[in-house]
């Protein structure tokens, strides 16, 4: 899933792209909270150029194998996001041509959020994901779930806003078996940088 915002920053307005990389048709259902929407939402396919009415509270649809569907969304109002995907994340080593197999890359994995998760972050400085604009209404404390997927023990290091912190995550059971850690986060009011990633080994897979 990616979203935007357009015409307006934290405007009323945004676009969605579902897209499913995937040998088998995905339902995604995403809530208006997750897009950082609240109450009804008019709804508009781009691709087919057709409107598809008013929607309440969330998504809900099914995109075919190798797939998308790009929808416009006009809502009631704005509201703090209090969930991110890891395939809305930035990844500056990402590249698609398939030369290395253990390449960053957003991976299918049927127990995430959404189908799919981050694989292979990590073994060098550079290879991280970042969220650049967590935006924060009042900023304050706040506490973190990062959910994961790991085959063995290993390091996470989380950067907020240019503070790293280095924390040891245990197995998950197994590379498609999600677990969780909860990190309390210092943010500021605005917009806010999160980075996940390790220096020197291999990161978790992030959810």
Same mark, same amino acid.
């Given at each position: 899933?990616?979203?935007? +915002?357009?015409?307006?920053?934290?405007?009323?307005?945004?676009?969605?792209?579902?897209?499913?990389?995937?040998?088998?048709?995905?339902?995604?259902?995403?809530?208006?909270?997750?897009?950082?929407?609240?109450?009804?939402?008019?709804?508009? +396919?781009?691709? *087919?150029?057709?409107?598809?009415?008013?929607?309440?509270?969330?998504?809900?649809? $099914?995109?075919?194998?190798?797939?998308?569907?790009? @929808?416009?969304? %006009?809502?009631?109002?704005?509201?703090?996001?209090?969930?991110?995907?890891?395939?809305?994340?930035?990844?500056?080593?990402? *590249?698609?041509?398939?030369? *290395?197999?253990?390449?960053?890359?957003?991976?299918?994995?049927?127990?995430?959020?959404?189908?799919?998760?981050?694989?292979?972050?990590?073994?060098?400085?550079?290879?991280?994901?970042?969220?650049?604009?967590?935006?924060?209404?009042?900023?304050?404390?706040? %506490?973190?779930?990062?959910?994961?997927?790991?085959?063995?023990?290993?390091?996470?290091?989380? $950067?907020? *806003?240019?503070?790293?912190?280095?924390?040891?995550?245990?197995?998950?059971?197994?590379?498609?078996?999600?677990?969780?850690?909860?990190?309390?986060?210092?943010?500021?009011?605005?917009?806010?940088?999160?980075?996940?990633?390790?220096?020197?080994? @291999?990161?978790?897979?992030? +959810?």
């Amino acid at each position: 899933m990616l979203v935007k +915002d357009i015409k307006r920053r934290r405007g009323r307005e945004r676009a969605v792209a579902l897209y499913n990389p995937s040998d088998t048709a995905h339902t995604f259902v995403i809530s208006f909270e997750t897009l950082g929407l609240g109450g009804k939402a008019a709804v508009r +396919d781009v691709v *087919n150029c057709k409107d598809l009415g008013i929607l309440e509270e969330r998504i809900e649809y $099914t995109v075919e194998p190798h797939s998308v569907a790009i @929808w416009t969304l %006009k809502a009631d109002r704005r509201v703090e996001i209090s969930l991110y995907e890891a395939e809305q994340a930035y990844l500056p080593c990402y *590249n698609d041509l398939g030369v *290395n197999p253990k390449q960053v890359r957003y991976a299918v994995s049927s127990n995430c959020s959404g189908g799919i998760k981050v694989a292979y972050l990590g073994g060098r400085p550079e290879n991280y994901a970042q969220w650049k604009d967590v935006y924060s209404d009042k900023g304050g404390e706040y %506490k973190m779930t990062v959910a994961y997927c790991a085959e063995r023990d290993c390091r996470l290091e989380v $950067t907020v *806003n240019g503070k790293k912190r280095v924390v040891s995550v245990k197995s998950s059971g197994g590379k498609d078996r999600v677990a969780s850690i909860v990190l309390p986060i210092e943010l500021k009011a605005g917009y806010n940088d999160i980075r996940m990633g390790n220096a020197y080994s @291999w990161a978790p897979d992030i +959810d």
